[in-house]
């Protein structure tokens, strides 16, 4: 199947721990932002007490000590496949946290992402979601999901211009990318954004937010015709 024809990020890239991790040695990733400073990030299991134990830290330079910035504790029970990692999900060159949750079937997986400041030495989540894809267009954000063998759907979400959480008033549109099947040889790509408890068609006039629909080719036939409140 073709993949999407964007530069994106993908979620899982960073260290996962092992189902089998003693409880006596955490797993220690360490990672340089652009700015020189490093991130470090510590994760011990500790099954006595069914918890998974998260620790990001910060240091200004090579030399510099680490001071805290984040400490997190999940379930085993619930998220035995949970976890974190440190990636740069929106393109400023910091790396963020990035918690994994649970993963479905396909390449989804719902996850966390916190935003750190190291100089007020603390940290804030930035979003919530069941996602593959996380980056900013232009003053957006887009989260992309494959919804089945051969169709997408991205979001695409006001940027916040202070530290705050996205959250779903920040949902502006979305785009459902289905690829030719079912007889059909041309893709589509259907636009909508909230109205009410609905969805209504919509048009993007942004070209980088349009580029979305060319995942399966730029021969796409976009906002076909659709009964209204079809997302």
Request: glycine content about 6%; proline content about 6%.
């Amino acid at each position: 199947m073709p993949f999407l024809l964007l530069t994106a990020v993908l979620l899982i890239q960073g260290s996962a721990l092992a189902s089998d991790q003693p409880a006596d040695q955490p797993t220690v990733v360490q990672k340089r932002n652009a700015d020189g400073s490093w991130l470090k990030l510590t994760q011990r299991v500790d099954r006595a007490r069914d918890r998974r134990l998260i620790r990001v830290e910060h240091s200004r330079s090579a030399t510099a000590p680490y001071v805290t910035l984040l400490q997190r504790s999940q379930s085993l029970s619930d998220y035995p496949a949970g976890g974190g990692s440190l990636e740069e999900m929106d393109g400023d060159g910091q790396l963020d946290y990035v918690e994994r949750l649970y993963c479905g079937a396909g390449p989804n997986c719902q996850a966390r992402i916190f935003r750190l400041n190291p100089e007020q030495r603390s940290a804030y989540q930035l979003f919530e979601g069941f996602f593959f894809l996380f980056r900013t267009v232009d003053r957006y954000v887009v989260t992309s999901r494959r919804s089945s063998c051969c169709s997408w759907t991205h979001d695409i979400y006001r940027k916040p211009s202070e530290p705050r959480s996205i959250t779903e008033q920040d949902l502006i549109y979305s785009l459902y990318l289905k690829g030719p099947v079912d007889g059909h040889t041309t893709p589509t790509c259907r636009i909508s954004r909230p109205e009410g408890d609905g969805w209504t068609p919509a048009e993007l006039s942004n070209p980088r937010l349009l580029k979305l629909c060319e995942g399966y080719g730029t021969n796409v036939v976009i906002n076909p015709v659709q009964a209204r409140n079809q997302r």
